[in-house]
């Protein structure tokens, strides 16, 4: 426990959402939620921690939390799954908790209240489709289903910020001085578009990852066809998570050729042929 201690951290803007609630007599509920949070990040990590994922930190917000792990996506979907609702699901039992001790008259009416509210918001704020929120990662799974690692990491942050843009009108018409509200929408905003700028990095990770043969066992096989004078960038960006590929070559119209995707990362990682083409790979007769 001590391990996961040390990387367990408070974002600034929880401080300052600590020092608005003192101010103005909300400490209580800062408890509430702050418990709630914790409990929700310690049900990702426990999930993680039991399935062998390698965890670099948990940062707490004000609303949730992020818990980041050294995985870039070559897990199988049904792990992720159950990483993303380990969080989720530590509210049913909260919620059950709470109204057992209500009824048990340990818990005041006030208190009972506020603990469902906050309970029920940080919950419902959590599934939101918003990367990196646990509905966004949802949505990055379902996305990682049907498309390439690439692409469905480009979709879910394009789809994340339009909702995020949605919200953001709802709330200059219903809740235009909520500052706690701006403040999570400022991080989300903020975290996107990092995220954008880095999609990238989190693709060549995926790929080094694979290389390295860190992606467990395929969930099936997904073979490509592409043209001989195609980039082998090109190919790789079609990689699709928990897919095995096989590469088949053509050129005007007629089989040249196949190759495994091992082949396309050593070729690309090992060897440094970052500007090769497929047909530069394929063996000479």
């Not at 379902?142 to 709802?170: D, E, G, K, M, W």
Request: aromatic content about 14%.
């Amino acid at each position: 426990m001590s391990k996961w201690a040390k990387n367990i951290h408070v974002h600034p803007l929880l401080w300052g959402v600590a020092g608005v609630c003192i101010l103005t007599g909300t400490f209580l509920h800062l408890l509430l939620a702050f418990s709630v949070i914790v409990i929700h990040e310690l049900g990702h990590v426990a999930a993680a921690h039991a399935l062998g994922w390698r965890i670099k930190k948990v940062m707490l917000l004000p609303f949730g939390g992020v818990a980041e792990v050294d995985e870039y996506g070559n897990r199988p979907l049904r792990e992720e799954l159950i990483v993303v609702l380990a969080g989720p699901l530590q509210h049913l039992w909260l919620f059950a908790a709470a109204w057992l001790v209500h009824q048990g008259g340990i818990l005041p009416d006030n208190i009972y209240e506020a603990f469902w509210q906050i309970n029920a918001t940080i919950l419902l704020f959590n599934l939101l489709p918003v990367y990196p929120l646990d509905g966004g990662k949802l949505l990055m799974l379902l996305f990682s289903t049907v498309r390439p690692f690439l692409s469905a990491f480009r979709l879910v942050i394009i789809c994340s910020a339009c909702l995020l843009f949605c919200l953001q009108l709802l709330a200059f018409l219903f809740f235009p001085f909520h500052l706690q509200v701006w403040a999570l929408f400022f991080y989300l905003a903020w975290t996107l578009w990092q995220a954008w700028k880095e999609k990238r990095y989190a693709f060549i990770r995926f790929l080094l990852e694979r290389h390295y043969g860190n992606k467990g066992s395929a969930g099936f096989l997904k073979p490509l066809t592409a043209p001989a004078g195609e980039p082998v960038m090109n190919v790789l960006e079609r990689f699709q998570r928990n897919a095995k590929h096989i590469i088949y070559v053509t050129e005007g119209g007629e089989k040249q050729g196949r190759l495994d995707e091992n082949e396309l990362l050593y070729a690309y990682f090992s060897e440094k042929r970052t500007d090769s083409l497929l047909k530069d790979l394929l063996p000479i007769d």
